[in-house]
């Protein structure tokens, strides 16, 4: 695989997932759900599952969850297209019901090899079964939310799924205000990298003089 670029590993990632039998949920399926966005974005946004839309479309958050996605996505300053957006299943679940334990377990690496090829700074994890699968552990949403966690060199933010924000007017304030700390830590990552060659050129002037 070395020396193959990344629109060409996410391809063949993308065939093994549609010809992918580790769990039922292939049968039912309309359409795989991949993932789709900026391969080099330096965030990445994993949901758990596809829903009914989703399924229909191949594509994630496409639904009324989509939308409010895409609004807190804007409101880091940034477009829909320019990140990169997955979900921990590529299949629906019958009834848009939670994902089991035995699904993810077969989804995982998939998502691993995945999340490997973008290489993102940060990972933004959207629900209670996004955040177990990417940290490994169960988290308690209303402790964890809004906080980030370092993997394997990469920030693991936590915040609720979009779709319980819809329903539940207390978790919709939450998101919101997990996206503004969300910003600021986007802010600091790709600010840091400019502040280290500000510094350097300032170094370099220092020496010359």
């Not at 758990?48 to 994630?60: K, L, N, T, V």
């Not at 779709?163 to 007017?169: I, R």
Request: glycine letters at 8%.
């Amino acid at each position: 695989m070395e020396g193959l670029t990344k629109d060409k590993l996410l391809e063949l990632l993308k065939k093994e997932a549609e010809n992918c039998k580790s769990c039922p949920l292939w049968e039912q399926r309309t359409n795989l759900v991949f993932g789709e966005g900026n391969i080099d974005s330096v965030i990445m946004f994993i949901g758990e599952a596809p829903g009914f839309h989703e399924d229909q479309q191949g594509r994630p958050f496409v639904g009324a969850a989509g939308k409010l996605l895409t609004e807190l996505i804007e409101g880091l300053g940034l477009k829909r297209e320019e990140v990169y957006i997955a979900n921990v299943l590529k299949c629906r679940p019958p009834n848009n019901r939670e994902p089991l334990p035995d699904e993810i377990r077969a989804c995982f690496s998939l998502l691993k090899k995945q999340i490997e090829i973008i290489n993102p700074k940060i990972i933004c994890t959207l629900g209670r079964h996004a955040a177990y699968t990417i940290l490994g552990h169960s988290v308690n949403m209303a402790s964890s939310h809004g906080k980030y966690y370092e993997v394997e060199g990469k920030k693991v933010f936590v915040t609720y799924h979009p779709a319980a924000a819809l329903y539940h007017g207390k978790l919709l304030e939450n998101i919101k205000k997990d996206f503004e700390t969300l910003k600021n830590l986007y802010d600091e990552i790709i600010l840091a990298p400019k502040e280290e060659v500000l510094k350097s050129n300032i170094k370099e002037q220092l020496s010359f003089w």
